[in-house]
C-alpha cells in the first residue's frame, strides 16, 4: 500500500522515469547545464560511458522536476556558472604542493574520465600528496588528509566556478569537459 501510494495519486499512477538517475546529479546538471539539452545528455553520458542514453527522454519526467526545481528554489546568485577564463592572478600565486596536487590531477584526468574515475581522482590527489596510496581508506589516513582534500576541493572550486564551494567536483568536472578544465587549471 505504502509503494502505490509513493507511485501514484488519486488520479492514477505517476509517470515513470525509464533509467532513474540520482536525483541529485540531475539537480547538479540541471544547475550547470541551465536549460542547454545537448550539453546535458553529453555530461549525463559522461557518467556512464558504458550505458549512454540515446536521448533525454530516458531521463525524464526525473530530469524535468531536477531542472524545474534548480530554476524555482535556488537563487540566481547561487547558480553554478563556470569561469570563461583562467584565474590568473590565483594560478599565479599558488604554492609549490597546490601546483603538484593540480599537475597530479591533470595527469590523471584523461584515464580516470567517468563519474568514478574522477571520484577516485579528486579525494586520491591529496592521499598521493601525503604519500599514500590513492586506494587508502578514511581509516587508514591521519586526520590532515581531510583538510588537505577540503583545501584542494576548496582551490579546484575557485578555479573553475570562483567560489568555495559548488556541485559535487566530479559531476563538475565531466560538465565543465575536460579540455575546458585543463585551460581553467592553466594547462
Do not use: M
Not at 34 to 47: F, S, V, Y
Not at 77 to 101: F, H, N, Y
Not at 161 to 186: F, I, K, M, N, S
Amino acid at each position: 500500500a505504502a509503494h502505490a501510494r509513493a507511485v501514484g495519486t488519486a488520479a492514477g499512477e505517476l509517470p515513470r522515469t525509464p533509467r532513474p538517475l540520482p536525483y541529485r546529479t540531475l539537480a547538479s546538471v540541471a544547475d550547470i547545464t541551465a536549460g542547454h539539452e545537448d550539453q546535458a545528455l553529453r555530461i549525463l553520458n559522461d557518467l556512464d560511458p558504458a550505458h549512454p542514453l540515446a536521448s533525454l527522454d530516458e531521463a525524464r519526467p526525473r530530469y524535468d522536476r531536477a531542472e524545474e526545481w534548480i530554476n524555482t528554489h535556488v537563487p540566481a546568485d547561487q547558480r553554478t556558472i563556470v569561469r570563461s577564463e583562467p584565474d590568473g592572478e590565483l594560478l599565479k600565486s599558488l604554492d609549490e604542493q597546490a601546483r603538484q596536487s593540480l599537475r597530479l590531477l591533470l595527469d590523471g584526468l584523461a584515464d580516470h574520465w567517468s563519474l568514478d574515475g574522477l571520484t577516485h581522482l579528486v579525494y586520491g590527489v591529496p592521499k598521493v600528496q601525503a604519500g599514500f596510496s590513492a586506494d587508502a581508506t578514511p581509516k587508514e589516513l591521519p586526520p590532515e588528509i581531510k583538510t588537505a582534500q577540503r583545501s584542494f576541493f576548496a582551490l579546484l572550486y575557485h578555479l573553475l566556478v570562483g567560489r568555495d564551494t559548488g556541485p559535487r567536483l566530479p559531476t563538475l568536472l565531466l560538465a565543465v569537459g575536460q579540455e575546458r578544465v585543463r585551460a581553467l587549471l592553466g594547462e
